[in-house]
């Protein structure tokens, strides 16, 4: 059996691999490891080898994990769930990066219930690239509108997209899927020049993150590939 930072050794030669034959600069890409399921001593064994970067979906798991870790200052801790609006104070007191953000609703609250003492939540949009049915995220035709309004929130900084692509899709479709994403943010730029910030493209997880960073991730999301296969829901 592999243990945790042996697969994290060998994501990070993934990642490094993928980056140089994308032609692009080795720190240009960084890891989040999904912790989602797992107990806050799997986390310890990946913080040990250097592993800063953690992402959860579901909040009152995530805030279990948080305070059980909390000697370990270095932690940054993202949220990447699905987020009802009864939920955002927590989200918005106790994580440095929120990926899911897909409607004004959600990130007015997170705005509005960010401590000051923290500076500002560092955002991404979630994007629904290909509309599929049951999946969160805004649709490319909302998004312009809806990162506009994100940007002029006092207390966040938008920082991206995010998208989750059906993983098994063809080799193809997926490519074309994280273009789009690597696009439209192309056109967010033009458009919001004043986001000077908007550098974050997440996307890839641990079957399809080579072909996220040859179309531009600059976070690949992985969580099985790390701590082994979650036990069905
Ligand atoms: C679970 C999850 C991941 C990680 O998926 P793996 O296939 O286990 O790498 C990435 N992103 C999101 C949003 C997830 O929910």
């Known amino acids: 059996m592999s243990s945790i930072a042996d697969n994290i050794r060998s994501v990070t030669r993934r990642i490094q691999k993928a980056t140089q034959q994308a032609g692009r600069k080795p720190d240009s890409v960084r890891l989040l490891a999904v912790s989602k399921t797992r107990p806050p001593e799997d986390i ?5 080898i250097g592993q800063t970067a953690f992402g959860e979906n579901y909040l009152q798991e995530a805030l279990d994990k948080i305070e059980a870790l909390k000697d370990l200052p270095d932690l940054e801790w993202h949220f990447i769930g699905p987020i ?3 939920k955002t104070r927590q989200i918005a007191e106790s994580f440095l990066w929120v990926h899911s953000v897909d409607r004004l609703k959600i990130a007015r609250r997170l705005s509005e219930q960010r401590p000051d003492e923290l500076g500002p939540l560092n955002i991404c949009l979630q994007v629904n690239v290909n509309d599929e049915e049951r999946k969160s995220g805004c649709s490319l035709t909302e998004l312009p509108e ?12 938008l920082r991206g997209l995010m998208a989750i692509p059906d993983p098994n899709q063809s080799e193809a479709d997926l490519k074309q899927s994280f273009q789009k994403l690597a696009h439209a943010l192309a056109q967010l730029k033009q458009s919001l020049p004043g986001a000077i910030q908007l550098d974050t493209l997440s996307m890839g997880m641990s079957s399809d993150l080579e072909p996220a960073i040859e179309e531009g991730a600059t976070w690949v999301r992985v969580g099985s590939a790390l701590f082994g296969a979650r036990p069905a829901k």
């Open 44 to 48: 310890r064994a990946a913080a040990q």
């Open 84 to 86: 009802q609006s009864n």
């Open 146 to 157: 809806l990162a506009t309004a994100v940007s002029e929130l006092p207390n966040l900084t």
